[in-house]
């Protein structure tokens, strides 16, 4: 399977445009680095691949024998971690709740990720951003997800917590084929995780 966008363009009412012609593709089981300085699009392209924003022109699809997947209604197959967690969670809900959204990771992910039992009782505002990161990153890992678009996913977490964060993220995609995007202003970081890095100030390939 491939997630590909051909020709993604997007811009403000303000006439400011952030993506112009874009063109980008990730297969199952590829990882692949999207690396820009602050202001070129990143964010707003991790939205436009998951769905979450629509282009002004181009469109984003899933293919499978070079032929186009119908997405559905449902758990969407391309999941976005964003930056910013806090964003990302219903502050009404318990953290056990928001990790069962969608089905309750088994205890071997939740363990890796240093989640804590006493965390599923607490509401989001009472853990810091690195842990309810934690959750975020989990409840993306599931065997509906063919593509993760990791959004600048491990900012909030502390050097040796972002490698064993990425370590496990990386792991579970190669064992279950998931295609991984890895947006960062960090070249050294996608370089050193990333078997392909695109360069959004460049130009896309």
């Excluded at 022109?57 to 197959?77: I, T």
């Excluded at 990771?105 to 505002?125: D, F, H, N, V, Y």
Aim: aromatic share 6%; net charge neutral; with cysteine.
């Amino acid at each position: 399977m491939r997630l590909r966008a051909n020709q993604i363009t997007f811009g403000y009412k303000s006439g400011s445009t952030v993506l112009e012609d874009v063109n980008f593709t990730v297969d199952e089981g590829e990882v692949v680095g999207l690396t820009a300085p602050s202001g070129y699009g990143k964010s707003t392209l991790a939205k436009i691949l998951a769905g979450f924003v629509k282009p002004l022109q181009g469109e984003v699809c899933l293919e499978a024998d070079g032929k186009k997947l119908e997405r559905g209604k449902g758990y969407n197959p391309v999941q976005l971690i964003f930056q910013h967690p806090e964003k990302a969670v219903n502050p009404k809900w318990k953290m056990g709740r928001v990790l069962s959204e969608v089905g309750m990771p088994p205890g071997e992910l939740i363990e890796a990720a240093g989640i804590k039992e006493e965390w599923m009782s607490r509401w989001p505002a009472e853990l810091s951003g690195g842990e309810l990161q934690r959750f975020c990153v989990i409840r993306a890992l599931n065997p509906k997800t063919r593509f993760l678009i990791a959004d600048e996913m491990t900012t909030m977490l502390d050097a040796i917590t972002q490698a064993q964060i990425w370590k496990l993220v990386l792991s579970y995609a190669e064992e279950h084929q998931m295609g991984v995007v890895v947006i960062s202003h960090d070249k050294e970081l996608v370089k050193r995780l990333c078997t392909r890095v695109v360069d959004l100030a460049a130009g896309m390939p």
